[in-house]
């Protein structure tokens, strides 16, 4: 076990608070406690002499020999210097239950800032405040005021609800779901989800870490805790309390585009975390996961009594990324024989209604030893011919001698309670809708995948970090945070092609600039440039295809058109760019904002002037991968349209991948960008260039 065995296994646990007036939590903890801990509990209040007839000690300092754990029950006003003692008397594990903390005002917050000093100068693991307690099977021990106690298992389950951990126990013990360890995390002042998953990976008792949680309070150094344990033991999390509030406040399209909805799914799955919507899923996942085997293949044999049904199953699995298995001859053959006339050997096997459990036993039994199956789903209605408990009884033997992964639907009610039991007992999940068992099986599949994940580090490109930053300051000291066109030498810093361009404050500069930049055609592309104008093409600011006699009357419009939009605009020139041929050009977007959870994120998509109409764009935590930033093509829908779809070349996506790290890399050296947009970043077969550029920076971070 890892660095907070003495949470879950201690030997002594002194409650600070404990007291016998009923009704209290300081009695509640106390009770639950003394009822099957094998260690011991030791009150502590300078009000009682006992409680529950247990010695009671006037403070913490004064218990004799060592105490593991304390448990502070005390009014908020006194918690912080009750903890305090504990770091006095040597106790390094402190579960905080009192509430009136961050979750309750300025006040509150104040006091757990303290609280988190205090935590740090003894360097004390800390649960809470204002939490439910732990609990440990283990040891028997329930250190919660919650009414239920957990029963023995394989799930390790955080809660940042204390109520969602009391309503869950109910639910599992009426379904003899069992646990190992239980947090109930609270205000997660010190230790939070990261710990506990860390934790949890190293402890072989806990077969599934099971988390809800409403905010994540460090998401990279989550991923990096996640990604340690997922190889062996899967993360399922059910994440609640969606806020779009950094989205409304963004000035970019990426900030509008990655709300914070889309940091968690790229995050959760970044990290290997199984990310579920549903207290349903969560356990039935839990289940399937602590229980059977993984599966070799995506291929799923169905065998069923009932055709109706057997067709219910077919079309969930055509819901997920598993598939019908198609059987060998040598299956089919021995179906055929075993099978009577009527019956179907093919996917979805129907035994038909009067089969008895023998013939069932036996399609299974084939159908499980098909090397193209890797998983089967065994679904049976009532008949007057099959009992349910033979059917069970076959179903955990078949599954043990073939290794393979099996989920059962028995689509019944009390008829099926005692095979439900024998099926579970053997971690077999059973349901009564076969998607459910569908969708199990298909849960098994992605934690495959997450296993078979290889994390690589983050590419380092040679780039010009210096001058990006006096770019940056530049800005800064002109006074302002919005920087347009004016700092693509930003993106040339860091490698990010970008056409020949030149900002220009006078028509005759710019004649002489057009001459300069201009391509074959002769024509160039003249943009405003005025930190008051972010949509540039809104206002009539960008003008294509420009002849060398229009750049001056254009230069004037320009600056005319950008007068009528807002009369004191700031106008710092023209931008005066090469024209790039757009014939077999797509154009991309690529942007990075930054989440208050997971810091800075990068997104990719279709992108050019209808972007946010399209919203055809994926989001990633950086620093990116080069595999991760190529999964990001792959994700949008429209891949295809940059991969030579209609007859068209396909486009340099190895530049685009290119582009996404080095953006990756620019935000993640420099936290002062809050927001940047490429839009276009324009995509041909020879390369990418990135003709408009748009950030947000914060001063104070330069
Ligand atoms: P904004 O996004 O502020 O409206 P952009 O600089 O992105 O301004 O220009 C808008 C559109 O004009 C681009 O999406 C692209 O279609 C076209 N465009 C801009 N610059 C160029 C260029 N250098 N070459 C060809 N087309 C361009
Ligand atoms: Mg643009």
Redesign the pocket.
């Known amino acids: 076990m890892g660095r907070l065995a003495s949470l879950f296994a201690p030997d002594r646990v002194a409650v600070i608070g404990a007291t016998d007036r009923s009704g209290s939590v300081g009695h509640a903890i106390t009770s639950n406690l003394r009822d099957e801990f094998s260690g011991s509990v030791v009150p502590v209040n300078p009000n009682a002499g006992t409680v529950l007839g247990l010695d009671c000690y006037d403070d913490v300092q004064s218990v004799p020999g060592t105490v593991d754990v304390a448990i502070v029950v005390v009014p908020a006003d006194i918690a912080v210097d009750a903890v305090t003692d504990c770091g006095e008397a040597g106790i390094d594990t402190v579960v905080v239950i009192t509430a009136g903390f961050s979750e309750a005002g300025s006040e509150g917050a104040a006091r757990e800032r303290e609280l988190r000093a205090v935590a740090e100068e003894y360097d004390l693991d800390l649960v809470g405040p204002n939490s439910l307690g732990v609990m440990s099977t283990a040891v028997g021990m329930n250190a919660t005021f919650g009414p239920e106690s957990a029963q023995p298992g394989p799930i390790s389950f955080m809660s940042q609800s204390g109520a969602f951990i009391t309503a869950v126990l109910d639910w599992a013990n009426d379904r003899d779901i069992g646990f190992r360890d239980v947090v109930s995390l609270g205000n997660k002042a010190v230790l939070d989800e990261s710990d506990f998953v860390a934790e949890w990976g190293d402890d072989p008792e806990t077969d599934v870490i099971l988390g809800y949680l409403e905010g994540i309070a460090d998401g990279p150094s989550f991923i990096e805790a996640a990604r340690e344990v997922t190889d062996d033991t899967p993360i399922v999390l059910v994440k609640s309390g969606r806020t779009e509030a950094g989205a409304s406040a963004a000035a970019s399209h990426t900030g509008t585009m990655a709300g914070s909805e889309r940091a968690y799914e790229a995050g959760f799955d970044q990290a290997g975390v199984v990310r579920v919507d549903t207290v349903q899923e969560l356990f039935d996942y839990a289940g399937i996961l602590s229980g059977q085997p993984l599966p070799e293949n995506d291929s799923v044999a169905v065998v069923t009594n009932a055709g109706g049904p057997g067709v219910m199953t077919t079309d969930a699995i055509g819901d997920t990324a598993l598939s019908m298995a198609s059987f060998t001859d040598g299956t089919l053959d021995a179906l055929g024989e075993a099978l009577p006339d009527g019956a179907n050997i093919y996917n979805p096997i129907d035994v038909i209604g009067d089969a008895d459990t023998e013939r069932f036993a036996e399609a299974i039994d084939i159908a499980l030893g098909d090397p193209n199956v890797g998983a089967a789903v065994v679904l049976a209605c009532p008949t007057a011919t099959l009992s349910f408990e033979e059917l069970a009884a076959a179903t955990v033997e078949l599954q043990d001698e073939h290794g393979l992964p099996v989920a059962a639907s028995l689509m019944g009610g009390d008829s099926t309670r005692a095979a439900r039991a024998m099926l579970s007992e053997a971690g077999i999940p059973t349901y009564f809708d076969p998607a459910r068992a569908v969708d199990s099986l298909d849960v098994l599949r992605e934690y495959r995948e997450i296993q078979a994940c290889e994390y690589a580090a983050p590419t380092t490109f040679d780039v010009d970090r210096e001058r990006a930053r006096e770019i940056l300051r530049a800005a800064a000291d002109r006074n302002t945070n919005r920087l347009?066109?004016e700092a693509m030498d930003l993106l040339d810093a860091y490698g990010i092609p970008t056409?020949d361009?030149e900002v220009v404050d006078s028509p005759d500069a710019a004649r002489e600039a057009a001459e300069r930049v201009a391509g074959d055609a002769g024509e160039?592309?003249m943009?405003i440039v005025s930190p008051d104008?972010?949509?540039?093409?809104?206002i009539g600011?960008?003008e294509?295809g420009v002849t060398p006699e229009a750049v001056r009357d254009t230069y004037e419009d320009l600056v005319a058109r950008a007068r009528n939009y807002q009369s004191d605009a700031r106008v710092l020139g023209v931008q005066v760019?090469?024209?790039?041929?757009?014939d077999d050009?797509t154009?991309t977007i690529v942007g990075t904002n930054r989440d208050p959870q997971f810091g800075p994120l990068v997104l990719f998509g279709l992108?050019?002037?209808f972007v946010e109409v399209l919203e055809d764009t994926t989001v990633r935590v950086a620093p990116v991968s080069e595999s991760e930033a190529a999964s990001m093509v792959d994700d949008i829908e429209s891949a295809p349209l940059l991969r030579g779809a209609r007859g068209r070349e396909p486009v340099a996506e190895d530049a685009i991948v290119e582009t996404i790290q080095r953006l990756s890399q620019l935000v993640t050296d420099f936290p002062a960008i809050l927001e940047l947009d490429i839009?276009?970043l324009?995509a041909t077969p020879d390369g990418v260039?990135a003709?408009?550029v748009?950030l947000t920076i914060d001063k104070e971070e330069l």
């Not at 104008?533 to 809104?538: R, V, W």
């Not at 760019?577 to 757009?582: D, F, K, V, Y």
Request: charged fraction near 25%; hydrophobic fraction near 40%.
């Open positions: 347009g066109v056409p361009g160039v592309v943009k104008i972010l949509h540039k093409s809104d600011g960008v294509v760019q090469e024209q790039l041929p757009l050009a154009e992108g050019g002037i839009n276009p324009v260039r003709v408009d748009r």
